[in-house]
């Protein structure tokens, strides 16, 4: 018997704001424990909550960007639940009406072909606060605060995942038309993006759907593929035994690639969601959405398509400098009065993406400037290096931060055109190699190879490398 996955995601996602959604105490990360808070974050009888006008703006440029329908009249609502992090005892969110409803994302499936993620909602929410366990098991608890009431989108898509594939690369997708919109940096590592997944399984070409698992609080795109890949298995044996799934919530266990279960699942009824009567209705008239839609940035298909139209790339070469809106943006400010953009993304995907990796970097943290990449091609084209001492001057780059023009000052790494110089170490090769010269002769070559190698060897690679070719042919022609 198969069985057919039926997925859909819960993804929380932290809007990009300075100050937290209904008080004006700040949202930075990283701040000493507690110290972000006041009575309406923290719940204290008699504060009163109102609403960040950036986290509602913030919330519609979100809805646009995910082709969402942006509702006129949508309203906030206490979600009702008892947790340690949770001072209020309720965390403000959307239910019946949300603020954005009836969205997509395209993404291309395993096979190519290109599938839509229906959205039900994106609705706006304040976040809890966070839970600091001691390395001792039997050790204290601690509570962080500073979290409560920082913004959230959390964004709800229809049952229409069939694979962990392509819940993986609908991840992705949202990660990119987020930051592209400007709306969130989505940074796992800070919290910023968070993700729960729903998963059943049905008999395949059933209609119905089975019993649903939730696996909660993923922290990275690859560990929801492999807690799905594990639940999918572990779901299909159960049914396949005869035995019966029931309903609950399971937290995924990366050191033992599993998942293991948490709680039974809630029902919406469970949390007595009601409208908070401190918070009156959000009305948004069409011209203020329309406003919006036109200072809406350009999102990742229209980026990938203009780096292909404009610079002529090709459609791989765009789709891998799109995966950050901020290598696409280096790129194109490398480009800038310079003519060649195949030359600049070739190196932005091999040298400069290499050094990112390395260095578990951001490419805003990055030494080389584009103006400082695109003289080190300046250098390049004008004969004044070669290609080996560009590679070697962009290392120096890289570890010092000094510029292309100044590291080939001080390090005498120009390049070699004395012909008399060249002719001279190309006679020393000849002479040592007279073998190898012979090998050529008879039609080997490598055999030339090898002398090219040898002269640029003798003149630790500052000899110019057609200049070079020009000069061990003309010698040895003539001899």
């Known amino acids: 018997m198969t069985y057919e996955a039926v997925i859909g995601l819960e993804i929380h996602v932290q809007l990009n704001t300075k100050t937290k959604t209904f008080c004006s105490c700040s949202a930075e990360y990283g701040a000493r424990p507690n110290s972000h808070t006041c009575p309406v974050c923290l719940g204290l009888p008699g504060a009163l909550p109102v609403i960040n006008e950036r986290v509602l703006i913030q919330g519609v440029i979100a809805g646009?960007?995910?082709?969402?329908?942006?509702?006129?009249?949508?309203?906030?609502?206490?979600?009702?639940?008892?947790?340690?992090?949770?001072?209020?005892a309720y965390q403000i969110s959307q239910y019946e009406l949300p603020l954005n409803k009836n969205g997509h994302v395209m993404i291309l499936n395993e096979k190519g072909r290109e599938k839509r993620i229906g959205i039900i909602r994106a609705h706006l929410e304040e976040d809890a606060?966070?839970?600091?366990?001691?390395?001792?098991?039997?050790?204290?608890?601690?509570?962080?605060?500073n979290r409560c009431g920082v913004p959230l989108l959390e964004i709800v898509t229809e049952p229409d995942i069939r694979s962990p594939e392509e819940a993986y690369r609908f991840l992705v997708a949202i990660k990119e038309i987020l930051q592209y919109a400007g709306v969130s940096e989505c940074n796992m590592e800070k919290g910023e993006l968070r993700v729960d997944v729903n998963i059943s399984l049905r008999e395949s070409g059933e209609e119905a759907f089975g019993v649903k698992q939730e696996i909660k609080n993923m922290n990275s795109f690859a560990n929801v593929r492999r807690a799905l890949e594990y639940e999918i298995k572990r779901q299909a044996r159960i049914l396949r035994t005869g035995g019966k799934l029931k309903q609950e919530t399971r937290l995924f266990d990366q050191t033992k690639n599993s998942t293991i279960t948490m709680r039974t699942k809630e029902e919406a009824h469970d949390y007595r969601y009601f409208p908070d009567p401190d918070l009156v209705p959000i009305v948004i008239e069409d011209e203020f959405i329309e406003n919006?839609?036109?200072k809406l940035p350009e999102l990742p298909e229209q980026k990938r398509d203009r780096l292909v139209t404009h610079y002529g790339l090709t459609r791989y070469d765009a789709e891998n400098l799109?995966?950050?809106?901020?290598i696409a943006n280096y790129f194109e400010a490398t480009c800038k009065n310079y003519q060649q953009p195949k030359k600049i993304a070739n190196w932005i995907l091999s040298e400069v993406m290499k050094v990112l990796n390395q260095e578990k970097i951001e490419i805003d943290q990055f030494k080389v400037t584009p103006s400082n990449l695109r003289e080190l091609f300046d250098l390049l084209d004008s004969g004044v290096i070669s290609?080996?001492?560009?590679?070697?001057?962009f290392s120096l780059m890289v570890a010092t931060g000094k510029t292309a023009k100044i590291i080939v000052e001080e390090k005498g790494l120009?390049?070699?055109?004395?012909?008399d110089h060249i002719n001279k170490v190309v006679d020393e090769v000849i002479a040592e190699n007279e073998k190898v010269v012979s090998e050529y002769r008879d039609g080997k070559?490598?055999?030339?190879?090898?002398?090219?190698?040898?002269?640029?060897r003798k003149t630790k690679g500052k000899a110019n490398p057609h200049l070079v070719n020009e000069l061990l042919k003309e010698r040895i022609e003539n001899k």
């Open 292 to 294: 919006v839609h036109k």
């Open 129 to 145: 606060g966070k839970l600091v366990h001691d390395e001792n098991p039997k050790g204290p608890s601690y509570i962080d605060f």
């Open 445 to 456: 070559m490598k055999a030339f190879g090898f002398l090219m190698g040898q002269v640029m």
């Open 322 to 326: 799109c995966t950050s809106y901020k």
């Open 414 to 419: 120009k390049q070699l055109t004395d012909k």
């Open 387 to 393: 290609g080996k001492i560009a590679k070697e001057v």
């Open 64 to 88: 646009l960007a995910l082709s969402c329908e942006i509702s006129n009249f949508s309203v906030f609502a206490r979600k009702n639940y008892f947790y340690p992090d949770l001072p209020k």
